[in-house]
């Protein structure tokens, strides 16, 4: 009797255990402040950023958008989605409006003030040229004295300093889309320098596949990650966990895969 009761009290106090486990991984798992512990606000931009973050259907999707729900809700948060145009994106996060943002490190003007997620994939930026200009621009040195097309607001390392310097011109676009009428029709631009993959998307939905050639090399690859506040470094470590095992399970590759 005193054993079965042993084994009793023995069982109670693992399930307890666990619940107190499955409590704590619960609780301040999401990024959110206290009063909004359970909803992690992702920014998805106004004009979202084709196929990392589709915004013009229903309901948003892409690849960013997919991964971090998946992850956000096995973690047990809702995710929400937020609209906030790229150069307020940083401050809304920093005063808690929003809790998480697609970015690459090295496109942060303060990385220091910001965590950063492990890459959810790898970007790589190339130089869009219309065929008809019969050239192809590979590196920066081969846009000295040229007009470059640009996203507005978007950092693009590599080519800083020579916009800077003004060895090369910078054209500022809101979206993704102009950028391509604007070097079709514009007759002082020379190329784009655009994300690869978001490029061929869009040339795709326009059925523009045919009128432009691409660089061969890419002037730049980074890791594409969600960018946090610095206080949100459990959700982030269980992120990334998950995030690995998605990788490893094939999750990803099939989430990449609807988008290429």
Same mark, same amino acid.
């Given at each position: 009797?005193?054993?079965?009761?042993?084994?009793?009290?023995?069982?109670?106090?693992?399930?307890?255990?666990?619940?107190?486990? *499955?409590?704590?991984?619960?609780?301040?798992?999401?990024?959110?402040?206290?009063?909004?512990?359970?909803?992690?606000?992702?920014?998805?931009?106004?004009?979202?950023y084709p196929p990392y973050l589709i915004v013009d259907q229903d309901a948003p999707s892409g690849i960013m958008w997919d991964v971090v729900s998946l992850i956000t809700e096995r973690l047990g948060c809702q995710i929400v989605a937020k609209k906030v145009p790229r150069k307020?994106? =940083?401050?809304?996060?920093?005063?808690?409006?929003?809790d998480g943002t697609s970015r690459a490190e090295e496109w942060t003007h303060e990385p220091e003030k910001f965590l950063f997620t492990e890459p959810v994939v790898k970007v790589q930026e190339v130089f869009?040229?219309?065929? =008809?200009?019969?050239?192809?621009?590979?590196?920066?040195?081969?846009?000295?004295?040229?007009?470059?097309?640009?996203?507005?607001?978007?950092?693009?390392?590599? *080519?800083?300093?020579?916009f800077e310097s003004g060895a090369i011109k910078r054209f500022d676009v809101s979206r993704g889309r102009d950028m391509f009428i604007f070097l079709l029709h514009g007759d002082r631009f020379d190329t784009a320098v655009v994300n690869?993959?978001?490029?061929?998307?869009?040339?795709?939905?326009?059925? *523009?596949?045919?009128?432009?050639?691409?660089?061969?090399?890419?002037i730049s690859s980074y890791g594409f990650r969600v960018m946090l506040r610095k206080e949100s470094k459990a959700f982030a470590d269980k992120f990334n966990a998950e995030l690995a095992r998605i990788r490893e399970n094939g999750e990803l590759d099939a989430i990449l895969a609807n988008y290429r």
């Open positions: 009797m005193k054993h079965q009761k042993h084994r009793w009290l023995t069982t109670f106090a693992k399930r307890i255990a666990c619940l107190l486990f *499955l409590l704590t991984f619960a609780l301040g798992t999401c990024a959110s402040p206290a009063s909004d512990e359970n909803v992690f606000r992702f920014n998805i931009s106004p004009n979202g307020r994106v =940083d401050q809304m996060l920093l005063d808690g409006y929003i869009f040229t219309p065929k =008809d200009a019969g050239k192809i621009y590979h590196s920066p040195e081969d846009l000295f004295s040229k007009t470059v097309i640009t996203h507005l607001g978007y950092m693009y390392p590599a *080519l800083e300093p020579h690869l993959l978001v490029g061929k998307w869009i040339l795709k939905n326009e059925g *523009l596949q045919d009128q432009f050639t691409i660089s061969s090399g890419g």
